[in-house]
């Protein structure tokens, strides 16, 4: 069974301040791995989607890594805001179980101005 | 813009009574979701829709049921609501094929009194 956990639980950093969240996962027979942010009481959004071939994408501020090999990746912002503040969360889809994605807890990121 | 939307934000209901949530989607996706998130937990996926083919996840309670009626809508149905159904509820959609982004609507939050 996939497990998908995020070290850190919580993470609180200064504006301006570069930071990584990291995410393990123990099976590394993945299609993919996706990145989402999700606010309080908020749907999940979309960042990043690694698929298992690549090594790393990039969107603006946000870069993701993956070694599938293994079983973790991170999530690199640059230059924090406080509206970066959020819970981050990875997921990954299992090559034997067809769409579901497996979730991470989430890592609860605060901006400090 | 197309979206995944969900209806209502917020539902109410007591213990034993039956609750409908509903999700809509523009994105004319062949795929919907119906993921189940408790407090400070990990969203877990219940069940999804391939077009009208529906798959349940091995370990979905009974209580919970689903329709997708067209290519736009799917529901989720709540037989016997128990104070442990009470959880955000996250619909999302994504292109048929492994491997394509999910893209989740705002979520649902269900109080069971």
């Known amino acids: 069974k996939q497990e998908v956990t995020q070290i850190p639980a919580a993470l609180s950093v200064p504006e301006g301040e570069n930071l990584v969240l990291n995410c393990s996962f123990t099976?590394?027979?993945?299609?993919?791995l996706q990145w989402f942010r999700q606010d309080p009481g908020k749907g999940l959004t979309s960042l990043l989607l690694?698929?298992?071939?690549?090594r790393e994408q990039t969107s603006g501020r946000l870069n993701a890594s993956l070694d599938k090999s293994s079983g973790r990746s991170t999530l690199y912002i640059a230059a924090s805001q406080p509206g970066d503040s959020a819970t981050y969360l990875c997921?990954?889809?299992?090559?034997?179980?067809?769409?579901?994605?497996?979730f991470g807890k989430g890592t609860s990121l605060l901006v400090t101005p | 813009d197309a979206m995944v939307i969900q209806n209502p934000r917020y539902q109410v209901t007591q213990f034993g009574k039956p609750v409908t949530l509903s999700c809509s989607q523009t994105?004319?996706?062949?795929?919907m979701y119906w993921y189940q998130q408790k407090s400070s937990q990990a969203p877990k996926l219940l069940f999804h829709?391939?077009?009208?083919?529906?798959?349940n996840e091995a370990d979905t309670p009974d209580n919970f049921q689903s329709r997708r009626p067209n290519t736009s809508f799917c529901f989720l149905d709540i037989r016997s609501p128990g104070l442990g159904d009470a959880a955000m509820y996250l619909c999302?959609?994504?292109?048929?094929?492994?491997?394509?982004?999910?893209?989740f609507g705002p979520g649902t939050r269900l109080t069971v009194l």
């Open positions: 994105l004319n996706h062949n795929v």
């Open positions: 099976d590394s027979a993945i299609y993919n």
């Open positions: 690694i698929q298992s071939s690549q």
């Open positions: 999302a959609t994504s292109r048929a094929g492994h491997g394509n982004t999910q893209y």
């Open positions: 829709y391939y077009d009208k083919d529906f798959n």
């Open positions: 997921a990954v889809i299992n090559s034997n179980s067809g769409y579901a994605l497996n």
